[in-house]
Antibody
Framework: QVQLQQWGAGLLKPSETLSLTCSVY????????WTWIRQPPGKGLEWIGE???????NHNSSLRSRVTISADMSKNHFSLKLGSVTAADTAVYYC????????????WGQGTLVTVSS | NFMLTQPHSVSGSPGKTVTISCTRS????????VQWYQQRPGSAPTTLIS?????SSGVPDRFSGSIDSSSNSASLTISGLKTEDEADYYC???????????FGGGTKVTVL
C-alpha cells in the first residue's frame, strides 16, 4: 500500500526555518511528482510548491523567496524548507503525490501542525 | 490568475441531495480541469473526484462532479446524503498560464 509519512519540528520561533520531510512508501519515487500544501487553522487549503521527477521545482509566488523544495531519491523522500517564518505560517502542512494531468493530489500525507510562536 | 468561489456552507437531511458549486472568475474551465477533495474534521483531505467527474478508487457513486460551461462553474453533487458526509469540501483547479494551483475556499456540508 502506498503511503506518505511526514515529519518535522512542530514548534518554531519567528524568523526560524521550517523543515519538513515526507517519506514515500510503496511507490516509485522517481515516477511521480510531489507537492506541499498547507492549511492555516480554521482556514482553507493553500498550495506551497512542487517538485518534478527531474528535480525541477515550482512555488507559489507569494512564498517563493522563502521556499525550498528538494528530493532525495536514494532515500525515497522529499523535503520542504520555509525560511523566516512568522505567526502567519502557522498551519497544518501536508505533503502529497501530484498527478501530472489533470493536476491534483491523489495521495496525501497525514499532515503536520507547525506552530510559530515566540 | 483566477479565483474559485464556493458557498461557505450547505446542508441537507439524510437521504437528500446537496450540490456544492465552484465558480471560476476569469477564463473558463477546461472540461477535465476540476478536482474535489473531502476533509473530515481533524483529518487530512482525501481526493474524491479528479478530471471534473472521475471518482477516486473507493468513492461511492453518490458523489458526482460536473461542469457547466455556461455559468463557468463546476459542481459536486452528493446524493443519498449520509451523516458520514459531514465534512469540508474543496474544489481545485490549475492555472496553466501561471503554473500554480488554485483552491476554492471550501464548503462545509452539514447533515441535519
Amino acid at each position: 500500500q502506498v503511503q506518505l509519512q511526514q515529519w518535522g519540528a512542530g514548534l518554531l520561533k519567528p524568523s526560524e526555518t521550517l523543515s519538513l520531510t515526507c517519506s514515500v512508501y510503496g511507490a516509485s519515487f522517481s515516477g511521480h511528482l510531489w507537492t506541499w500544501i498547507r492549511q492555516p487553522p480554521g482556514k482553507g487549503l493553500e498550495w506551497i510548491g512542487e517538485i518534478t521527477q527531474g528535480g525541477s521545482t515550482n512555488h507559489n509566488s507569494s512564498l517563493r523567496s522563502r521556499v525550498t523544495i528538494s528530493a532525495d531519491m536514494s532515500k525515497n523522500h522529499f523535503s520542504l524548507k520555509l525560511g523566516s517564518v512568522t505567526a502567519a505560517d502557522t498551519a497544518v502542512y501536508y505533503c502529497g503525490r501530484r498527478v501530472a494531468t489533470p493536476v491534483h493530489v491523489d495521495l496525501w500525507g497525514q499532515g503536520t501542525l507547525v506552530t510559530v510562536s515566540s | 490568475n483566477f479565483m474559485l468561489t464556493q458557498p461557505h456552507s450547505v446542508s441537507g437531511s439524510p437521504g437528500k441531495t446537496v450540490t456544492i458549486s465552484c465558480t471560476r472568475s476569469g477564463g473558463s474551465f477546461v472540461s477535465n480541469s476540476v478536482q474535489w477533495y473531502q476533509q473530515r474534521p481533524g483529518s487530512a483531505p482525501t481526493t474524491l473526484i479528479s478530471g471534473s467527474n472521475l471518482r477516486s478508487s473507493g468513492v461511492p457513486d453518490r458523489f458526482s462532479g460536473s461542469i457547466d460551461s455556461s455559468s463557468n462553474s463546476a459542481s459536486l453533487t452528493i446524493s443519498g446524503l449520509k451523516t458520514e458526509d459531514e465534512a469540508d469540501y474543496y474544489c481545485q483547479s490549475y492555472d496553466t498560464v501561471n503554473h500554480l494551483w488554485v483552491f476554492g475556499g471550501g464548503t462545509k456540508v452539514t447533515v441535519l
